[in-house]
C-alpha cells in the first residue's frame, strides 16, 4: 500500500488567501486525522473522522478552518482566509478501528 | 493547559550509550500510552506503546515503562544509534479513538 498520501507537500500563500490540504488514507481504514504541528504546541489534533463522519472537531482552533471527507478515500482541510499564525506543518492520519495511527508525510503551509 | 508533557526539548547521547526520554501526564484516566519516532520531512509513526495494566513493555533495543503512581512514561533506547536520531512524541489515550501528543523531544546521537 502506498500508505497515507497528503497533498501539496509544501504550500506558501499570502495571507488572506484560502488554502486546501489533501489526503489519502489508507485503503480500508476507517478513521481519518487532521492534526497540526508547531514548535510551542507539538502535534494538535484538530479533527477526526469515522467512517466519513466528523466525530470530534473540538480541536479546530476558530471557523476560518473547515475539513470534509466526501468519501472513503479523500478528505481536505481548508483555511479561510489564512493568516500567518496558521503557518505549520499540517498531518492527515488514518487507522483502522482506531488502532494504531499511520501518519501521512505532511503539508508545510507558510502564510505571507 | 498541556496534558502531557515532554519537558525535555533536546537531548544528546552518544552512539552505544542509553537515550531516556521522559513524559509528564496530568489526568490518572489515561489508560494507553505510545511512543512515535518522527525524521525530518516525514510523517510520525509508531514505535511502541502499553497499555496501563502493565508497567513494562520491550520491544528489541526499545522498553517503554510506565509508572501510574507518577502520572509518568519514559522510553529506554539501549544501545542507542545514530540512526535513532529523531524528535520522539510520546501520545495517551483513554477510552477513545483520539491521541493527546506531547511537545517531542528530539534525540541526537552522535559517535
Known amino acids: 500500500d502506498a500508505g497515507v498520501i497528503q497533498s501539496p507537500r509544501h504550500e506558501v500563500t499570502e495571507m488572506g488567501q484560502e488554502v486546501t490540504l489533501r489526503c489519502k488514507p489508507i485503503?480500508?481504514?476507517?478513521?481519518l486525522f487532521w492534526y497540526r504541528q508547531t514548535m510551542m504546541r507539538g502535534l494538535e489534533l484538530l479533527i477526526y473522522f469515522n467512517n466519513n463522519v466528523p466525530i470530534d472537531d473540538s480541536g479546530m482552533p476558530e471557523d476560518r478552518f473547515s475539513a470534509k471527507m466526501p468519501n472513503a478515500s479523500f478528505s481536505t482541510l481548508k483555511i479561510q482566509p489564512s493568516e500567518p499564525r496558521d503557518s505549520a506543518v499540517y498531518f492527515c492520519?488514518?487507522?483502522?478501528?482506531?488502532?494504531?495511527?499511520?501518519f501521512g508525510p505532511g503539508t508545510r503551509l507558510t502564510v505571507l | 493547559d498541556q496534558q502531557v508533557k515532554q519537558n525535555s526539548p533536546s537531548l544528546s547521547v552518544q552512539e552505544g550509550r542509553i537515550s531516556i526520554l521522559n513524559c509528564d501526564y496530568t489526568?490518572?484516566?489515561?489508560?494507553?500510552f505510545l511512543w512515535y519516532k518522527k525524521y525530518p520531512a516525514e510523517g510520525p509513526t509508531f514505535l511502541i506503546s502499553i497499555s496501563s495494566i502493565k508497567d513494562k513493555n520491550e520491544d528489541g533495543r526499545f522498553t517503554v515503562f510506565l509508572n501510574k503512581s507518577a502520572k509518568h512514561l519514559s522510553l529506554h533506547i539501549v544501545p542507542s544509534q545514530p540512526g535513532d536520531s529523531a524528535v520522539y512524541f510520546c501520545a495517551v489515550s483513554y477510552n477513545t479513538d483520539k491521541l493527546i501528543f506531547g511537545t517531542g523531544t528530539r534525540l541526537q546521537v552522535f559517535p
Open positions: 485503503s480500508g481504514h476507517d478513521y
Open positions: 492520519a488514518s487507522s483502522l478501528l482506531g488502532d494504531t495511527q499511520y
Open positions: 489526568n490518572s484516566m489515561f489508560d494507553y
